[in-house]
């Protein structure tokens, strides 16, 4: 069998001079990253980089970046790109857990290398240090595609995990399972907005467009000014946003200034978002907004398109079971259950297990599923919902995350609330932004716990109103910063 990096090979052979990637306005032809995947292919082999091998880079979001991943590929080694926990010792334990052949780095993210790496580090572009440079070394070779060295069995790729409680855990997959994971219809049309780290799901939107013929147009992170800026500008089809984004996105005011016409999708993934947010950016962005559920270790999962939003059901689901993937729920006495309980899901996509983590991965990975640790169920038209964590299932009362959010989210001075279940604790800590210029009514948002979820719940609440939601890298709700930023202000409920 072809495995990905070589297909990827033949599409960019037949487009010749095509722009696929753009970055800072500027256009990297189809021949142009070929030639430069080939190039550091040489260069990495030159090293003694090869099957088996794991290249590892604190990488932007630059075509040089991407080129060094698929020269690796095509070297026939496995690549990571790493996300940057904020502190050193996390970056340090991070890079021992993926214990990679090589550490790559860039003029930007040179900072990052914790002290004591063991790895060698080649940089792309000149850092400080003299450390060797793999660009330098791969100026001078020979352009041309070399034959393909990866494998169907080898490890292709190892990719993190949020990251929200520590190190994040790292999903690995060989070449034969990443191939399917990134397969899907051409689409020649399509321009992808990549925004978001490459450590992960983004690497996976990139390889999805280039294979399928598209565009990908790299920004260095998500700013809201700047996506709708480059929706208008680059007209941009495709854009993927975790929900904290999306619900930014939405409520700029400049929205209405910016022609966003040539937008197909706009998916979201992440947070679970209550109904009456997924409403308004509906209203706000128009039809096109797209919802889909996954993770890191399998992949998409379910998806609802933006067609299927079309009664107020769907707002509270994430669609179907896409084909290829079977999911199955297990209930608290470990039996299974055909309707509702926790999420199991297994697919040709699926990771294999985790890079250097065992105890994780025979928790996580038992006879070939998954378990996601969600609480979900099917509806009576076969489409999924998924409710929370299993693990912020607290008592009293049966309450889920998500309709807490939703309570408080129809409150008129609530324009953003999370819920971050602190179980140690025994609370609910919701985290509540106000509109810009207003203040969070707390006495309100509480009548309105007591009213809709009863005395009990509400007594568990913590209400924390905040200017911005803390973020993590991956610009999800950084559950972790919550639950300290509460527990220190000992905010009554």
């Not at 191939?179 to 049309?189: E, F, I, L, S």
């Not at 379910?302 to 729920?329: I, K, M, N, W, Y």
């Not at 055909?338 to 025979?362: D, F, H, K, L, Q």
């Not at 409710?387 to 324009?415: F, Y």
Request: net charge neutral; proline share 8%.
């Amino acid at each position: 069998m072809d495995v990905y990096v070589q297909d990827l090979v033949d599409v960019l052979q037949r487009s010749g001079h095509r722009p696929v990637l753009r970055y800072a306005g500027s256009d990297t032809p189809a021949s142009g990253l070929l030639a430069a995947a080939s190039r550091y292919a040489r260069a990495l082999r030159s090293l003694g980089v090869g099957p088996g091998d794991l290249v590892a880079l604190f990488a932007p979001n630059r075509p040089e970046a991407l080129a060094v991943r698929y020269g690796a590929h095509l070297a026939g080694a496995a690549v990571a790109f790493l996300p940057a926990p904020p502190d050193a010792g996390r970056r340090a334990r991070l890079v021992a857990q993926v214990d990679p052949r090589l550490l790559v780095v860039f003029p930007e993210t040179a900072g990052l290398v914790p002290d004591g790496v063991a790895a060698p580090v080649t940089t792309v572009g000149a850092v400080p240090g003299g450390a060797l440079r793999l660009d330098a070394l791969a100026a001078g070779l020979d352009d041309g595609p070399p034959p393909c060295g990866a494998r169907p069995g080898d490890l292709a790729v190892v990719i993190p995990s949020g990251g929200t409680t520590g190190v994040p855990k790292c999903s690995r997959r060989d070449f034969a399972t990443y191939t399917a994971m990134v397969a899907g219809p051409a689409r020649t049309d399509r321009r992808q907005l990549a925004n978001g780290s490459l450590a992960h799901l983004t690497q996976v939107l990139v390889d999805q467009t280039l294979l399928g013929g598209g565009t990908v147009v790299l920004q260095d992170h998500y700013d809201g000014a700047a996506t709708l800026a480059a929706v208008e500008s680059e007209r941009i089809t495709d854009l993927f946003l975790v929900e904290p984004q999306l619900f930014d996105l939405m409520d700029r005011p400049e929205v209405a200034r910016h022609d966003l016409g040539s937008l197909q999708t706009i998916t979201h993934v992440g947070a679970l978002a209550p109904p009456v947010l997924r409403r308004r950016a509906r209203a706000r962005l128009g039809p096109v907004v797209a919802h889909t559920y996954g993770a890191s270790e399998v992949g998409i999962v379910s998806a609802l398109s933006a067609a299927e939003h079309d009664r107020p059901s769907r707002f509270s689901c994430t669609g179907h079971v896409l084909p290829g993937v079977q999911v199955r729920f297990r209930r608290p006495d470990g039996t299974l259950d055909p309707w509702a309980g926790t999420v199991e899901v297994r697919s040709a996509g699926m990771a294999a297990g985790y890079r250097n983590r065992p105890v994780e991965e025979s928790a996580a990975f038992v006879d070939g599923w998954y378990r996601t640790g969600d609480l979900g169920s099917l509806d009576e038209e076969g489409m999924l919902r998924v409710l929370g964590r299993a693990a912020d299932m607290i008592t009293p009362g049966t309450v889920v995350p998500v309709d807490l959010q939703e309570t408080l989210c129809r409150r008129p001075s609530v324009r953003y609330a999370v819920v971050v279940p602190d179980a140690a604790r025994g609370v609910r800590v919701v985290a509540a932004e106000a509109w810009p210029g207003g203040e969070v009514d707390v006495a309100s948002c509480r009548a309105a716990v007591t009213a809709v979820h009863g005395r009990e719940v509400a007594a568990t609440v913590q209400l924390l109103p905040v200017e911005r939601v803390p973020l993590t890298e991956q610009g999800k709700p950084d559950r972790a910063a919550l639950r300290a930023t509460a527990a220190a202000l000992g905010v009554p409920a």
